[in-house]
Structures are given as structure tokens and as C-alpha cells.
């Protein structure tokens, strides 16, 4: 996540209330009702290339794979593992995803929903622990620790795939597994009579998958995590990474949804040829629906080379990577400012040219 400064505008994860003005943030594509599977690469996008539109489904930092009609998410030691996020926004709807998590100490399988300005639900899952998923939620990004509850989810969360579930309305949040409710959260029920807000959230959110080392963290991480991740586990003797594989999501969308079809931008990456219904917030953080152009940002990343393909049917026989794992980045790093790299940068620069001063 990060906050726009005063370029034509960021993308996926742009805080709004936090950058130089809540529209320096590019408009969040309203939810379309779909089923996502992944036995095709070519709507799935490197988030260091993507620069606006729905003409992808997701973007990705890590290396995701696909093996046997699956979505492999990858963590290899020494890389922050990998992460998909949609590029339109569910604002209240019923979500799921087909998961197997990953195996093994220290590393965490997540399943989520995060708005801009972090409003969260999340379904994650210990790969210690393979009989359970961990659900929660948060409100802004204010951490409560005591709202995360584990819920059996009767199977193996890693031999076998079992659909998790979030059913997010305006009143009450939902978890499922295995299409079964299995826990309900009210909004009249998260009231903060010291702020006067609910603690609910209540924002365009994209989805997203993940596969992170926990083991790795702080303290209180890695003993959540159930300790140090095990880089001699039995699980990345073969392929070089633990894994956790996604089959497919759907999205069921409450309320507003997209104008029909995709975005479609012009080759010279300029305005979009046809306007999408998208949501936008104001300087107080409210939330409304604009149908509006979105002009595409140039950069120079290489194009992309696609993703490594598994020739092997067998979904359970995980691809060898070939090339270069992409870095962990923020989901809008392309083209957003940081405050504080430019900030530590300015102040180096003056820093050297103080000294040259003085050694004259």
C-alpha cells in the first residue's frame, strides 16, 4: 500500500486519504459477478507492468505457477513469497476460493479481502496447523488481535481442497467452509463508543491470495506462525518452494457492478476507449460511484514473459521455476511516490552537498 504524491495518479492499493489528494488515487473498477479459474496465464499480469484496466483479472508479485489447471502461489527462501490481487473492487458480496494451503512451520496461506484505506477480512491458514482456518477482520488497518478465531475445517487444509468462504453485506460478515456458515459477525455489534464509528469493514476491497513466511516475522509473528520456518521441510526438497495451489474464485457481488464488459485501452496507452462504473472516495473517506475514464500510466518494465507451465497434469507434481523470481512489491510501486523515500533521498542530497561546501 502506498500514498500518491503529485503524479497523474497511482493504482491498486493507493491510500486516498493519506496521498496528496483523495483523486490522485485512479478510480477502484467496480465488482463484476464471475467465476475465475486458471488454466490460462494471459489474465494474470505482473503488478510492475500493469498500469490501469480490467483487461487483466489479477495482478501478481512473486512467482505464480500453473500446474494441472491450477494456480500454484511459490515461496522460496530469500523472497517474500507470492501474493495475486484482483484488479476490480468487491464493495459487499459472497466470495470463495478453492484452496489447498501450504505445509509447514512458519508459513501462512491467506485468503482475504483489503480495501485502500485497510479494511480487511481474512481467511488464513497455519501451515503447522492442518486441521483448522483462522478467520478475522479489521477496520482501517487497527489492530485487534483478539478478533481472530480458529475454525475446524474438517479435512486437511493441505492434502485436499476445501472452499473457503466470506459473505460481506452492510449488517453482518460471514466465514464458510465447505459452503457451512461458521461464524457471523454483526455490525451493530462492533460499535466503538469511544470513536463513534463501527468497526466493520465498510470499503471497496480487492481480493486477494497469498502465500507469506510468518516464520520470518517478529516474535509474536513467528510464534502465531507456530515458529521458524523450516527450509529443510520435505516439502521444498523437490520443486525448491513451499506452495499452496488456488482452482478457482467466485465472485458474487451485492449491489452496484461494473458496466458491461471490460476496459479496453489503446496500444499507445492512452484513454480508455469506452468508460467503466468505478468507486471513488472523497477527503472525509466516503465512498461513491463515478462512470468515469481511466487513462493508463506509460512505464518502461519489460514486457512480461509469461509464466512458467507445468507439463505435468498432476496437480500434486509442482513445476521446477525457470528464471528470475519477480521482488515482493507494493501493489502500486509502478507509479506511486513514496513520501519516504523521496524525503530520505532529498535529505541525502543535501547531506553531500552540505559536506562538498564545507570541504571547500
Request: aromatic letters at 12%.
Amino acid at each position: 500500500f502506498g500514498y500518491c504524491g503529485t503524479d497523474r495518479f497511482c493504482l491498486g492499493g493507493c491510500n486516498p486519504l493519506l496521498s496528496f489528494k483523495p483523486d490522485s488515487c485512479a478510480p477502484n473498477p467496480i465488482c463484476v459477478s464471475n467465476l475465475y479459474t486458471f488454466d490460462q496465464s494471459d489474465k494474470v499480469q505482473p503488478t510492475s507492468e500493469y498500469t490501469g484496466g480490467t483487461d487483466v483479472d489479477f495482478t501478481y508479485e512473486g512467482q505464480p505457477l500453473f500446474s494441472g489447471g491450477n494456480l500454484v502461489m511459490t515461496l522460496a527462501k530469500g523472497t517474500q513469497g507470492t501474493r495475486l490481487s484482483t484488479t476490480r473492487y468487491v464493495y459487499y458480496g459472497r466470495i470463495f476460493a478453492k484452496i489447498k494451503a501450504a505445509r509447514s512451520v512458519g508459513i501462512v496461506t491467506a485468503f482475504i479481502t483489503m480495501s485502500n484505506i485497510k479494511d480487511e477480512i481474512d481467511w488464513e491458514f497455519l501451515g503447522y496447523d492442518l486441521q483448522t482456518g483462522q478467520s478475522n477482520y479489521f477496520y482501517r488497518g487497527f489492530i485487534d488481535y483478539t478478533k481472530g478465531v480458529k475454525e475446524p475445517v474438517g479435512g486437511n487444509i493441505y492434502t485436499d481442497f476445501h472452499e473457503y468462504g466470506i459473505d460481506w453485506s452492510q449488517d453482518q460478515l460471514s466465514w464458510l467452509i465447505d459452503g457451512k456458515i461458521v461464524r457471523t459477525v454483526k455490525k451493530s455489534d462492533t460499535y466503538n463508543k469511544t470513536t463513534g464509528n463501527y468497526d466493520y469493514p465498510q470499503t471497496p476491497s480487492r481480493i486477494q491470495l497469498s502465500i507469506w513466511d510468518a516464520g520470518d516475522g517478529p516474535d509474536g509473528t513467528k510464534q502465531w506462525a507456530g515458529g521458524a520456518t523450516d527450509w529443510n521441510a520435505t516439502d521444498i526438497q523437490s520443486p525448491g518452494y513451499f506452495y499452496a495451489q488456488v482452482q478457482s474464485v467466485t465472485v458474487e457481488c451485492y449491489g452496484v457492478q461494473g458496466a458491461g464488459g471490460n476496459i479496453k485501452v489503446d496500444p499507445s496507452w492512452g484513454t480508455v476507449d469506452n468508460s467503466v462504473n468505478s468507486y471513488v472516495y472523497d477527503a472525509n473517506g466516503n465512498v461513491t460511484i463515478t462512470n468515469t475514464n481511466i487513462t493508463k500510466v506509460t512505464v518502461t518494465t519489460p514486457p512480461s514473459q509469461g509464466l512458467p507451465q507445468s507439463s505435468d497434469e498432476n496437480p500434486n507434481s509442482m513445476p521446477n521455476i525457470t528464471g528470475q523470481y519477480v521482488p515482493n512489491v507494493t501493489a502500486n510501486a509502478a507509479v506511486a511516490i513514496s513520501f519516504p523515500a523521496v524525503v530520505s533521498t532529498l535529505i541525502a542530497t543535501f547531506a553531500t552537498i552540505i559536506l562538498g561546501i564545507f570541504a571547500l
